[in-house]
């Protein structure tokens, strides 16, 4: 069956995180249907090797490749991050992740020198950001920040708690915060809290946002490699997770706006 002969999307992410990417999805992309994998069973990556979240996403890539997508969403920062090209190419199918949306849309701003970067512990430790960002451009500095607390809190659903407010304010610390034009969050659970995040910071700073980044990226990759579906089809979105299935559907059809979001329960091992 030909690329374009195939209707799903497949997207996937550590747990919720990559709603936020799959919400964007959505608004601009009415036409197109997605099958969503959330790996709750091994949620947060974040603090995980390189080794080991590699593995997972052989895992996840072969089982979204079974359903006969056209195409693959990292919607995971920590995993896109250890992605390597290698391994991209031994997935037969166009795969996108939420690095290179992100750094594309920050060498599009002017006057931007100084570039924060949040995310989880590998994330940050990768550096890919700072490799991305600053490749041709030495005149930008790049700073990262782990915010290990911010993807338990998320998905524990305590998005609107004060503690996440003191998380924000634990990481993203005076020091920090003054000495950026811009931030990137770095993970796609993050937009869930932008808005503590948004408040928190005092001076002006542009908000890079990965899972709209994402969104808009993949809507002109669709089209100029002619993957685009015409016409809106009766098929519905799919939802799968590994893990903890009634608390990601209560999430997903209060994030999402959604009702009835049937998700089935998958072993990926």
Known sequence: MSQNNKHYIGIFDSGLGGLTVLRELKKIL???KFIYLGDTARVPYGNKSAKTITQYVLQIT???QRKNVKMIIVACNTASSVISEKIKQQINIPIVDVITPSVLAIKKLSGITNVGVIGT????NSKQYNKKITLNNNEVNVFG???SLFVPLIEEGLTEHPITKQAV???LNNEFCEKIDA????????PMIKKAIKSHLRRRVVIID???ETAQYTKKYLYTHNLESDVKNNLKDLYYVTDKLSRFEEIATMFLNE??????????T
């Open 210 to 212: 990965s899972a709209i």
């Open 183 to 190: 931030l990137i969050l770095g993970c796609t659970h993050y």
């Open 62 to 64: 072969e089982f979204l």
């Open 169 to 171: 304010h634990l990481y």
């Open 259 to 268: 009702s009835n979001i049937k998700i089935k329960l998958v072993n990926l």
């Open 121 to 124: 512990e590998t994330t940050i």
């Open 145 to 147: 920040q782990q915010c």
């Open 30 to 32: 009415p036409q197109e």
